[in-house]
């Protein structure tokens, strides 16, 4: 039975039961957030994308990915543990450039990872995904904090490694901020490559949510509209794997 009984959050579980994946706009993403705790501190929390570090690990010697990461436990009911700082570990089955090491990040800084709304996000998720999969007990939960820059000479690459699985179960894909770029449209792909959809994040809470093991998913590059100006878009994402 569905651990969500009451709409927004409902439908969007009902979506990834359907399609194996959602786009979900910002003012329903806020409403479906909201049943699960609140975002007093978002002002805080979106303005911590201004302390990334530089990705070093990019196979394509770009510089215009910042990140930083963190890992939970996430059981069922959605009671929350941040575990000790680890690596983020893809194969090359699921990365092929970037896959097959362990990558150090910096981590997420306490006050971001301990606040109000990730707790929120990572419920939220919980709620969804482990009402579609109910016989999962205990989730490992991996949080990126991500910034692609573009710049008139570079532009950024969301997905360097191209059409791609993350090798997990389910994925949140929230949009914090879009500033200055155009582009960054995301298409969703069946296991044979057919297109099932594309939209592209625009939007504060703007989100997509994807059943990982049956959908593939990628993004356009990045480019500044004002070559003058900062452009850059952020994003938060959530994997969840199931830890049994």
């Known amino acids: 039975m569905s651990r969500i009984i009451e709409s927004p959050a409902a ?22 957030l909201e049943q699960f705790g609140g975002l007093s501190d978002w002002t805080a929390f979106a303005g911590s994308w201004n302390d990334l570090s530089v990705d070093t690990y990019m196979a394509d010697g770009g ?3 910042r990140r930083r990461h963190a ?6 009911g959605g009671s929350l543990r941040r575990l000790e700082h680890q690596p983020h570990y893809q194969s090359t089955d699921y990365n092929p450039i970037h896959g097959g090491i362990a990558r150090w990040f910096e981590p997420i800084t306490a006050g971001a990872a301990n606040g109000e709304s990730l707790a929120t996000i990572l419920k939220f998720c919980e709620a969804v995904f482990g009402g579609l999969a109910p016989q999962i007990a ?8 991500f910034r692609i820059e573009a710049t008139p000479g570079e ?12 090798g997990v179960d389910y994925v949140l894909v929230l949009l914090i901020d879009r500033r200055n770029i155009a582009s960054g449209t995301t298409s969703i ?9 594309n939209f592209t994040l625009t939007r504060p809470l703007d989100a997509a949510l994807l059943e990982d093991r049956k959908v593939s998913h ?6 500044p509209v004002d070559p003058e100006q900062p452009a850059f878009r952020d994003v938060l994402v959530v994997t969840f794997l199931n830890k049994d």
């Open 189 to 197: 792909h069946a296991p044979d490559g057919r297109t099932l959809g």
């Open 71 to 76: 890992v939970f436990a996430v059981e069922a």
């Open 138 to 145: 205990s989730w490992k939960v991996e949080v990126h904090q």
């Open 63 to 65: 510089r215009y990915r």
């Open 218 to 223: 990628g993004v356009t590059p990045v480019a």
């Open 11 to 32: 439908d969007l579980q009902a979506g990834i039961a359907r399609d194996a994946f959602v786009f979900v706009h910002g003012a329903t993403m806020k409403a479906s």
């Open 155 to 166: 532009d950024g690459r969301p997905t360097p490694e191209g059409l791609h699985r993350d």
